[in-house]
């Protein structure tokens, strides 16, 4: 009987190191479509994530143990390197946001099928808008999950986003204060529901460590942002942040103009 319950453990601790191989053995690639950054192939293993932003040029990739995030632009061979708490998505295309996360409250509300997949439904408390489904069936990491919501600005759920479906009364973000820009310029003035992301397609395939790969032989630099648009992208917003300064900077003249005729600060 002793001999009997020692096979049947040894059987069942094989069994268990078997399944724990093949899961290292595959990854997941997802088509997901961003609102504002546009089309994506996602990479996700239970321990790696590696973001292809298609549309924009850049790639995103961040790992175990150490989860650094490292954007790089491919054609350009330039990168940016940080730690996950000094990164969202926002910021890699709006140069006044801020890296924080989407602490919002977010309660699991019931089980559906998107792109099939068996996915958990969260919404806010209390409330129907935002709609988000994420997989059940993608395994992913703690922080693996923190930086796909990260990139996707989603409330802090421990799965990989698929879905959301936001109203106009959101808040996407953060800015910061700054006494020569109205930041209100950037505001989305869109009303309604909107598809703010979605998945075209997921698979589960191969494992293969190169997905995963950091780049090599890569020019560092300082501003996240120079990752987040291209050249000409780049060049674009230089010219529009000229002209708002400018603007600005014409405001203040003109109020201090108003202020040293009249005694008094002009009405704001």
Same mark, same amino acid.
């Given at each position: ?11 069942l ?18 088509e ?23 549309s ?9 143990p ?7 632009r491919?054609?350009e061979?330039?990168?940016?390197l ?9 910021i ?9 996360i ?18 958990? #439904? +969260?919404?806010?408390? %209390?409330?129907?808008?935002?709609v988000? /489904?994420?997989?059940?069936?993608i395994?992913?990491s703690?922080? &693996?999950?923190?930086?796909?919501? #990260? +990139?996707?600005?989603? %409330?802090?759920i421990?799965?990989?986003? /698929? ?5 106009a009364?959101?808040k996407? &973000?953060?800015t910061?204060?700054k ?6 310029i950037?505001?989305?003035?869109r009303?309604?529901?909107r ?22 032989d890569?020019k560092?630099?300082?501003?996240i942002?120079?990752i ?41």
């Amino acid at each position: 009987m002793r001999r009997a319950i020692l096979v049947w453990l040894s059987a069942l601790i094989l069994s268990s190191q078997a399944a724990g191989a093949r899961a290292a053995e595959s990854e997941w690639l997802l088509e997901q479509t961003h609102e504002e950054a546009g089309k994506h192939e996602v990479y996700v293993s239970p321990d790696a994530i590696k973001i292809v932003c298609q549309s924009q040029g850049y790639v995103v990739v961040a790992k175990a143990p150490t989860w650094q995030i490292c954007c790089y632009r491919p054609k350009e061979k330039i990168e940016w390197l940080g730690v996950m708490d000094n990164f969202n998505g926002i910021i890699m295309r709006n140069p006044f946001a801020v890296p924080s996360i989407n602490s919002r409250p977010i309660s699991a509300l019931s089980t559906v099928q998107y792109r099939g997949l068996k996915c958990t #439904r +969260y919404c806010p408390p %209390h409330e129907m808008r935002p709609v988000i /489904l994420a997989a059940d069936d993608i395994p992913v990491s703690a922080r &693996g999950a923190e930086f796909l919501c #990260r +990139y996707y600005y989603v %409330h802090s759920i421990p799965k990989v986003p /698929l879905f959301r479906l936001v109203n106009a009364r959101s808040k996407n &973000g953060q800015t910061v204060n700054k006494d020569w820009l109205d930041t209100q310029i950037m505001s989305d003035m869109r009303e309604g529901d909107r598809i703010v992301l979605k998945t075209e397609s997921a698979k589960k395939i191969a494992y293969n460590a190169a997905d995963f790969a950091y780049p090599k032989d890569c020019k560092r630099v300082k501003e996240i942002n120079m990752i987040g648009y291209s050249s000409d992208g780049r060049d674009k917003m230089s010219d529009v942040m000229d002209e708002i300064g400018f603007a600005s900077d014409f405001s203040k003249s003109q109020k201090e103009k108003t202020i040293h005729k009249t005694g008094t600060k002009a009405d704001h």
